[in-house]
Nanobody, 121 residues
Framework: QVQLVESGGGLVQAGGSLRLSCAAS????????MGWFRQAPGKEREFVAA????????RHVEFLKGRFTISRDNAKNTAYLQMNSLKPEDTAVYYC??????????????WGQGTQVTVSS
């Protein structure tokens, strides 16, 4: 069992940056790939980025490449999402998840409660 807790969300002006953190419980963190997803009001949950257990493979959704970067620190049982040059359309609840290295939410077994990111124009 893995429990995930996101933090780092908040209100930021367009052009600003935020770093989301996802703290995981348990001693098996490095055996799971980590993913970030987001869900805006009235929209379906969408893939943002994923990183494998070791941290040497990453993938980012094409339209966010260059602005968002996923990383992880297995010694701290924590995954991160660095978000730069934020835009109002990035406003959403951001979720981290643990599972299989994939861009499909069906491949992730454990989910955090989500953290709200609001970007003002």
């Amino acid at each position: 069992q893995v429990q995930l807790v996101e933090s780092g969300g908040g209100l930021v002006q367009a052009g600003g940056s935020l770093r989301l953190s996802c703290a995981a419980s348990g001693r098996t963190f490095s055996t799971y790939a980590m993913g970030w997803f987001r869900q805006a009001p009235g929209k379906e949950r969408e893939f943002v980025a994923a990183i494998n257990g070791v941290g040497n493979f990453k993938r980012h959704v094409e339209f966010l490449k260059g602005r968002f970067t996923i990383s992880r620190d297995n010694a701290k049982n924590t995954a991160y999402l660095q978000m730069n040059s934020l835009k109002p359309e990035d406003t959403a609840v951001y979720y981290c998840a643990a599972g299989t290295y994939s861009s499909s939410f069906n491949d992730y077994y454990y989910w955090g409660q989500g953290t709200q990111v609001t970007v003002s124009s």
